[in-house]
């Protein structure tokens, strides 16, 4: 029989454990037998997850674009969840849906402060102790809207291209150091993600997901679950995971 990995054996760091995404993954972990460190800005349900999941969970209250802050949380963890094996760098947002000539600058920034810079504040305070330690496995959730343009995905599509090429730029790096680095690409995933980008327009981000079967933040987990399990010299670099209605159009021409 094929021999996955003992979740037991797990300290998983998942930040934007707070909701959708992330949230699963902590779950799928923590009930698996995983050690869980969840991390967003919003406490009560941070409080909330811990009270679900008990001991298995670990709430870090923290914004991922404050690398101070991450830092000094991360020195504090307890015994039991301070050799992190498995750093699930997750949180993230997209912010408007507008043509980059009317788009919002401060929206630009706050993506770029959260997907790149806040994925690479977190992979920077956690690496090198994998690393040390000879095991370890960085898994971040990019994006389909890294591989492929869209109308209005401008900044949001650019900074998880990044996080596709930065994936492989760091398995370069990590050759030989038995740390494993993956990056989970979904497609449309039914979360508060719609809700965020369009600013708590509640009529706006529903109509993303009406009358069609999204993908849900479980399959998502279930797939960063696999991936981590899976044996140790076993890498998935990159993960596409569209919902079955989900599909590509022809390139667009303009006539006349
Ligand atoms: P949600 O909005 O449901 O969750 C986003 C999570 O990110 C929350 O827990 C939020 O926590 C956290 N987060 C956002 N900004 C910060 C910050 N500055 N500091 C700390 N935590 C932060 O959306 P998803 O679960 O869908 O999104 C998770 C990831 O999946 C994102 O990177 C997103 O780009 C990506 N993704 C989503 C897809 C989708 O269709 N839903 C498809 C492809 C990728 P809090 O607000 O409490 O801080
Ligand atoms: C989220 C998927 O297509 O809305 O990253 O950009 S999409």
């Known amino acids: 029989m094929y021999q996955m990995l003992d979740p037991a054996t797990l300290t998983v760091l998942v930040t934007g454990a707070t909701s959708g995404i992330g949230a699963?993954?902590?779950?799928?972990?923590?009930?698996?037998?995983?050690?869980?460190i969840g991390t967003g800005r919003r406490a009560d349900r941070l409080i909330a997850l811990r009270d679900e999941l008990g001991p298995n969970f670990h709430p870090l209250e923290v914004d991922v674009r404050d690398n101070a802050a991450l830092l000094a949380a991360l020195a504090g963890l307890p015994e039991g969840f301070s050799a992190i094996n498995v750093v699930f760098a997750n949180a993230g947002l997209a912010l408007?849906?507008?043509?980059?000539?009317?788009?919002?600058?401060?929206?630009?920034?706050?993506?770029?402060?959260?997907n790149i810079k806040g994925l690479l504040y977190t992979?920077?305070?956690?690496?090198?102790?994998?690393?040390?330690?000879?095991?370890?496995?960085?898994?971040?959730?990019?994006?389909?809207?890294?591989?492929?343009?869209?109308?209005?995905?401008?900044?949001?599509?650019?900074t998880k291209a990044f996080v596709k090429q930065f994936t492989l730029n760091l398995m370069a790096d990590l050759a030989g150091t038995q740390v494993r680095v993956t990056n989970i690409e979904p497609g449309m995933v039914e979360t508060e993600f719609s809700l965020v980008r369009?600013?708590?327009?509640?009529?706006?981000?529903?109509?993303?997901?009406a009358n069609l079967q999204p993908l849900t933040a479980e399959d998502i987990a279930?797939?960063?679950?696999?991936?981590?399990?899976?044996p140790r010299h076993v890498n998935v670099n990159r993960l596409q995971v569209l919902p079955t209605c989900q599909s590509f159009s022809p390139l667009k021409v303009t006539r006349g």
């Open 24 to 36: 699963a993954s902590a779950r799928r972990f923590a009930l698996a037998g995983a050690r869980v």
């Open 123 to 158: 992979v920077k305070a956690t690496l090198p102790a994998m690393v040390a330690r000879g095991e370890g496995h960085v898994v971040f959730t990019g994006s389909i809207a890294g591989d492929y343009p869209y109308p209005g995905g401008n900044t949001y599509g650019a």
């Open 198 to 209: 369009f600013h708590g327009d509640e009529t706006k981000s529903g109509s993303v997901y």
């Open 96 to 114: 408007g849906l507008e043509p980059a000539q009317a788009a919002s600058l401060d929206d630009w920034e706050a993506m770029i402060d959260t």
């Open 222 to 230: 279930e797939q960063v679950f696999f991936t981590c399990t899976l």
